[in-house]
Nanobody, 121 residues
């Protein structure tokens, strides 16, 4: 079974930064994409950033230029750093692993439990 565990988050002042980490556990052969999504109350879950196994990245327009996603394929970890936070960044942030190959199994998507990020003005 593949599981994702997130760390980081918490309360951050506006203008500050956040660092989120995600670690995938289990007998993992490969993960196509690791990414971060966020969901604010009353809103849908939206993609924040994603990174392929080859290192290609994609960012939501709302975080472009102030977010950096990275991953370590050997350790099956991903990290998100985001600067210049505003209250609009307040949300539950979820780590996602897309296209996970584990033994004879293939998982289209595996989600972490989410971590709350609150940006105070």
């Amino acid at each position: 079974q593949v599981q994702l565990v997130e760390s980081g988050g918490g309360l951050v002042q506006a203008g500050g930064s956040l660092n989120l980490s995600c670690a995938a556990s289990g007998s993992i052969f490969s993960i196509d994409v690791m990414g971060w999504y966020r969901q604010a109350p009353g809103n849908q879950r939206d993609m924040v950033a994603g990174i392929t196994s080859r290192g290609s990245t994609n960012y939501a327009d709302s975080v472009q230029g102030r977010a950096t996603i990275s991953r370590d394929n050997a350790k099956n970890t991903a990290h998100l750093q985001m600067n210049s936070l505003t209250p609009e960044d307040t949300a539950v942030y979820y780590c996602a692993a897309l296209g996970v190959r584990s033994g004879k199994y293939y998982y289209a998507a595996v989600w972490g439990q989410g971590t709350q990020v609150t940006v105070s003005s």
